[in-house]
């Protein structure tokens, strides 16, 4: 009886000590999820001044590609699709539109007009409530969970299948901010004039022009006389 009690004691320090690193595996998640956020969302402001400062680029080299009677080449549609609000109609998983229900009580912005609570607190959900919205919406469930986690709803999902979304969600983030550097204007912005000659380059190229190096002299020294940067 004795080696029985010991048995199960053991077992059960076993069983808290999993469900220990379980929760600290999930919380370490959160937190990079938040700090990619915040990352995120200060690239996304300083881009906007590196769009500022590459407009009079733009300005120059198409001052310089009416001169050289050039056509760019065709863009595809990267228009961002509606965002279908009627879950009931979309193609997701049972558990999701569930999830993204109770999330939705919590965050819905006609639920929060009379709420007591902050004009801060109030922007915030209503940003999980459009993030769950368009995480349902694209079949990409990781900021449905994500949310659901911060607001401390219930997943009703196991250990790695939550482990799996919030990674999926941690990929997403860095992917958004290696794409924000990898935007012309931002590497414009963070480049010395060697890199800058080659994004004139590369931006002539899609115009289908070859610029000679007087042509190149000739931007710079444009760019540079009304860059008040």
């Known amino acids: 009886?004795?080696?029985?009690?010991?048995?199960?004691?053991?077992?059960?320090?076993?069983?808290?000590?999993?469900?220990?690193?379980?929760?600290?595996?999930?919380?370490?998640?959160?937190?990079?999820?938040?700090?990619?956020?915040?990352?995120?969302?200060?690239?996304?402001?300083?881009?906007?001044?590196?769009?500022?400062?590459?407009?009079?680029?733009?300005?120059?080299?198409?001052?310089?590609?009416?001169?050289?009677?050039?056509?760019?080449?065709?863009?595809?549609?990267?228009?961002i699709p509606k965002i279908e609000e009627d879950v009931e109609k979309l193609d997701s998983p049972a558990w999701a539109k569930k999830l993204f229900k109770k999330i939705a009580k919590e965050t819905h912005p006609d639920k929060l007009q009379h709420a007591n609570v902050s004009e801060r607190e109030k922007e915030k959900k209503k940003k999980m409530y459009q993030d769950s919205l368009n995480s349902i919406n694209e079949g990409d469930f990781s900021s449905l969970v994500d949310t659901a986690i911060r607001l401390g709803v219930e997943t009703g999902m196991s250990h790695p299948d939550i482990k799996s979304y919030l990674g999926k969600k941690v990929e997403k983030l860095e992917s958004q901010i290696k794409e924000i550097k990898s935007k012309f204007s931002w590497v414009w912005f963070h480049s010395d004039n060697e890199t800058r000659i080659l994004i004139i380059e590369k931006t002539c190229s899609a115009y289908g022009i070859k610029p000679t190096q007087s042509d190149i002299e000739k931007i710079m020294r444009s760019i540079q006389e009304r860059d008040l940067t």
Do not use: W
């Open 1 to 79: 009886a004795g080696k029985a009690i010991r048995q199960r004691a053991v077992e059960s320090r076993k069983e808290e000590r999993d469900k220990k690193r379980k929760t600290r595996e999930i919380k370490r998640l959160t937190l990079k999820i938040e700090m990619l956020s915040e990352d995120l969302e200060e690239h996304q402001e300083v881009l906007q001044e590196c769009e500022s400062d590459y407009t009079v680029v733009i300005s120059v080299l198409l001052k310089y590609f009416k001169k050289k009677k050039a056509k760019p080449e065709k863009k595809s549609d990267n228009s």
